[in-house]
């Protein structure tokens, strides 16, 4: 069974530019979280989706998005980017929402320079 | 305010030198503890799930368990490939939301 992917692996953007992430998730799962991980402040919760719903969110401003699609792969975009964005991005699915068994993809490495 | 505290921060063993790391919480009622393993330029994978203190899982040289405040997850006869960041995470029924602390980095030693 295949697991997460995220593409891609690897960004590097310039500050003011926008960035979108894809992820998709494992067959059957129907639940997306993203979260930003960084060395200082470790792994924080973006947002999560479920039925092409954003069903929770976490404190971070609004040039983080994100959406779903039908066959539950997500994205998620970041606009005007900052130099403190640079970070790990990881993606993870479960089956359900507000389910946290979940399976996280590899990540995004976002550098912003 | 939810938070999640892991001790220690590093921690280095001897293959074969058993030990723990503890996850401290302060939740608004807690819906489940979760562990995971991080190895370097991966994404977590996940160890366990626990719903209520007292509960105890267990999964080859790694046994997990809670109490009304914190979580242990005790290593057995640590082997090199053990070697990994342990993360925490609570999820709170008030939020909803996941909430990870800074991690354990476990280094063990032939």
């Known amino acids: 069974k295949a697991g997460v992917t995220q593409t891609p692996r690897y960004l590097i953007k310039t500050r003011g530019q926008q960035v979108t992430l894809s992820c998709s998730p494992i067959s059957g799962h129907r639940s997306v979280s993203w979260y930003q991980q960084t060395p200082g402040q470790g792994l924080q919760f973006l947002f999560e989706?479920?039925?092409?719903?954003?069903?929770n969110k976490g404190n971070f401003p609004g040039r983080f998005s994100g959406r779903q699609f039908s066959n539950s792969r997500s994205e998620m975009n970041v606009s005007t980017l900052e130099l403190g964005d640079s970070a790990l991005y990881l993606c993870?699915?479960?089956?359900?929402?507000?389910?946290?068994?979940?399976?996280f993809g590899p990540g995004t490495r976002l550098t912003v320079t | 305010e939810d938070q999640v505290t892991q001790s220690p921060e590093a921690l280095r063993l001897q293959e074969g030198e058993s030990s723990s790391l503890n996850c401290s919480y302060t939740?608004?009622?807690?819906?489940?503890l979760f562990w995971y393993r991080q190895d370097p330029g991966k994404g977590p994978e996940f160890l366990f799930t626990?719903?209520?203190a007292g509960e105890e899982k267990e999964k080859e040289r790694l046994k997990a368990t809670l109490t009304k405040k914190e979580s242990f997850l005790h290593i057995t006869a640590p082997k090199p490939e053990d070697s990994a960041t342990y993360l925490c995470a609570v999820q709170a029924s008030s939020t909803d939301k996941l909430i990870f602390g800074t991690g354990t980095r476990l280094q063990v030693f032939p």
């Open positions: 626990l719903y209520s």
């Open positions: 939740v608004s009622g807690l819906r489940g």
């Open positions: 993870a699915s479960s089956r359900t929402l507000g389910n946290y068994e979940q399976y």
């Open positions: 989706y479920f039925s092409e719903t954003q069903r």
